[in-house]
């Protein structure tokens, strides 16, 4: 069993819907949440980050961690076709360098 | 501020061949990653180096090797591709006093 669970997709939702992604985990030492976004033929790039529990929420995004369950989402409003990406979550403990990483969800916001 | 860098940003490799994979990064971070990834597979960490100096395996590093130059550049060998390897590479930088790590363009690497 993978650390981190994504599911890849593709999911296909209509302009203007509210999105939902999600990742699950099995390691409780995770402190750090990110979310990246990869648009197609480009590098990952960070688009929300969390430490520990909680929400965090920037303009139509909004990053929630529930410890308790092992499980974080990217919740997307008003989506646009812009939106279209990969976007992948990736975790890390306070005492590690390194990052582990969901295998990344596809989205398509059709218009 | 290029951030960081990649090159070549597309290579055409026959088994056995070897090949370097050059990155830079100018915004003085202290730790650097080289990823791989391959559909449906996420990124999977190949090596990293913490500090100038240092190098460390990660999840799958046999078939690579490393060397950090110094602080802003942290080469990827290949020493005899196969086609295995075949996938998008990327490198990364993180500073010492946050999590995030910023990534160059990537590098598509294909072995035939």
């Known amino acids: 069993q993978k650390e981190v669970e994504q599911d890849p997709g593709p999911l296909s939702v209509p302009e203007g819907a509210i999105v939902s992604l999600n990742c699950t985990y099995s390691?409780?030492?995770?402190?750090?949440f990110m979310w990246y976004r990869q648009y197609s033929r480009k590098g990952p790039e960070l688009l929300m980050y969390?430490?520990s529990s909680g929400n965090k929420e920037d303009g139509r995004f909004t990053a929630q961690v529930d410890k308790s369950s092992k499980y974080i989402s990217l919740f997307i409003r008003d989506s646009q076709p812009s939106d279209s990406a990969t976007y992948l979550c990736?975790?890390?403990?306070?005492?590690?360098?390194?990052?582990?990483w969901g295998a990344g969800t596809k989205l398509i916001i059709k218009p | 501020n290029a951030g960081v860098t990649q090159t070549p940003k597309f290579q055409v490799l026959k088994t056995g061949q070897s090949m370097t994979l050059q990155c830079a990064q100018d915004m003085n971070h202290n730790s650097m990653y080289w990823y791989r990834q391959d559909p449906g597979m996420g990124l999977r960490l190949i090596y990293y180096s913490a500090s100038e100096g240092t190098t460390d395996k990660g999840e799958v590093p046999n078939g690579y090797n490393v060397s950090r130059l110094n602080k802003r550049e942290f080469s990827l060998r290949l020493e005899s591709a196969a086609p295995s390897q075949t996938s998008v590479y990327f490198c990364a930088s993180k500073s010492a006093s946050t999590w995030t790590q910023y990534f160059g363009p990537g590098t598509r690497l294909l072995v035939l």
């Open positions: 990736a975790m890390a403990t306070r005492s590690n360098y390194q990052l582990i």
């Open positions: 390691n409780s030492a995770f402190q750090y």
């Open positions: 969390t430490y």
